[in-house]
């Protein structure tokens, strides 16, 4: 039995270098995650806002509009059409690179998400916050960028968090616009193997330390903003 899983291991990782399209596949999975968190929180971060603004005051109309069916579309279709929307329509004449179009096509949907995330934090916030910021002679804006959003960012961390791991594994598809992920890279030595069970296992499991490490990155940081509550 040891013997058959060496030689397998030696079969799919050593020969040929074959490690190397887990390795590039790693590196181009946290490439697109993390710039794809980094969209995902601005957009989501604005769209929010303008939601937010209009719920309470009523203005930013053709704004909230646009917003609404950002999210409506965004969060109706599945993150693969999109992505392969976004490389074989928008960006079939200009080629950016398959990177790059997985980044903006991710970031764009994780957008969606986070936008109803941080709105649903701002709506959990007492009314009276609002008022004793014009109190203090903030505006709207001021009120919800120095006394709001600190409150609102607290009380959604699990779920923003749980969002990015959602997102980190959505990355697995990214395979479908010919990009060489993790998802795909055990892909790849599983064709040239004909071996599934090592590559796919091991790709399972890079997945589950990378989720649990992020996991425990949260836990720590839900920690820390409690103790500043203190």
């Not at 976004?86 to 004449?93: E, K, L, N």
């Not at 804006?141 to 960012?153: D, G, H, K, R």
């Amino acid at each position: 039995m040891w013997e058959k899983l060496r030689d397998d291991f030696y079969l799919n990782f050593i020969a040929e270098d074959r490690w190397r399209y887990i390795t590039d596949g790693l590196q181009n999975t946290l490439k697109i995650t993390f710039f794809a968190v980094l969209i995902g929180i601005v957009l989501g971060f604005l769209v929010a806002i303008i939601r937010s603004t209009y719920e309470n005051t009523h203005k930013l109309k053709v704004l909230n509009a646009i917003c609404t069916v950002y999210l409506t579309i965004i969060r109706g279709t599945p993150v693969v059409v999109q992505l392969m929307i976004m490389y074989f329509i928008v960006f079939a004449v200009h080629d950016p690179g398959q990177i790059f179009t997985a980044i903006v096509a991710f970031g764009i949907n994780s957008g969606a998400y986070v936008a109803e995330i941080f709105r649903s934090g701002i709506s959990s916030i007492e009314k009276g916050q609002f008022e004793a910021g014009r109190s203090l002679g903030f505006n709207y804006a001021q009120t919800m960028l120095f006394i709001v959003m600190p409150q609102a960012f607290k009380n959604v961390v699990p779920t923003l968090a749980n969002e990015f791991i959602v997102l980190l594994k959505e990355t697995s598809v990214a395979g479908y616009i010919g990009l060489q992920d993790l998802t795909r890279g055990g892909d790849i030595i599983k064709s040239r193997t004909y071996s599934a069970f090592m590559p796919l296992i091991s790709v399972a499991l890079i997945y589950l330390i990378m989720v649990m490490i992020f996991t425990k990155l949260v836990q720590l940081l839900e920690r820390r903003l409690q103790r500043s509550e203190h």
